[in-house]
T-cell receptor, first 116, second 113 residues
């Protein structure tokens, strides 16, 4: 167990709908990262938040958005869902305070999203 | 931006033999190189990482080597066991005000009994 929690574990919805995925980082970690992993694909970096502020963006669609709250948990919002959005969505967290090197990222168990 | 290439995409080795997975990266300023193991349907788990101030790191049967001049790094697993079967991802990262880890495409390792 990495200490990172994600809810829900599974989500089944229809095209055009909107869903929210939730992530709680490890205690003490300030950064939260979101990744998308499609079937048999690699990990695509979506977005990073650090202490409540957006820090880095990857290949995140405009239909997707995220935020990090004062208690450091994060939510990923996916709207106008399409069949191709079906994937595993992972969040990861890290301390991210070293100032020299990227800190180790610890992954949550993921949310499996199925869009029908 | 950073790009990480990983080879091979699939690898099958006899139990007890060694497995080697190689990655190259594009940004010479990258300074952190983790390796993750992902079993089917589970989260990626860090197995070893190396920072650019060292050339090699070992942890029991797993070792990683880094060649900064050539911009490549490798994962070596010795005395492979059935539980080593999984997908392995390499990654590279440059720490900055907007650091992010870029992952390779993964290697599916199968251990033959």
């Amino acid at each position: 167990d990495s200490g990172v929690t994600q809810t829900p574990k599974h989500l089944i919805t229809a095209t055009g709908q909107r869903v929210t995925l939730r992530c709680s980082p490890r205690s003490g970690d300030l950064s939260v990262y979101w990744y998308q992993q499609s079937l048999d694909q690699g990990l695509q970096f979506l977005i990073q938040y650090y202490n409540g502020e957006e820090r880095a963006k990857g290949n995140i669609l405009e239909r997707f958005s995220a935020q990090q709250f004062p208690d450091l948990h994060s939510e990923l919002n996916l709207s106008s869902l399409e069949l191709g959005d079906s994937a595993l969505y992972f969040c990861a967290s890290s301390v991210d305070t070293s100032g020299l090197y990227t800190d180790t990222q610890y992954f949550g168990p993921g949310t499996r999203l199925t869009v029908l | 931006g950073e790009n990480v290439e990983q080879h091979p995409s699939t690898l099958s080795v006899q139990e007890g033999d060694s497995a080697v997975i190689k990655c190259t990266y594009s940004d010479s300023a990258s300074n952190y190189f983790p390796w993750y193991k992902q079993e089917l349907g589970k989260r990626p788990q860090l197995i070893i990482d190396i920072r650019s101030n060292v050339g090699e790191k070992k942890d029991q049967r797993i070792a990683v080597t880094l060649n900064k001049t050539a911009k490549h790094f490798s994962l070596h697993i010795t005395e492979t066991q059935p539980e080593d079967s999984a997908v392995y991802f390499c990654a590279a990262s440059l720490y900055s005000s907007a650091s992010k880890i870029i992952f390779g495409s993964g290697t599916r390792l199968s251990i033959r009994p």
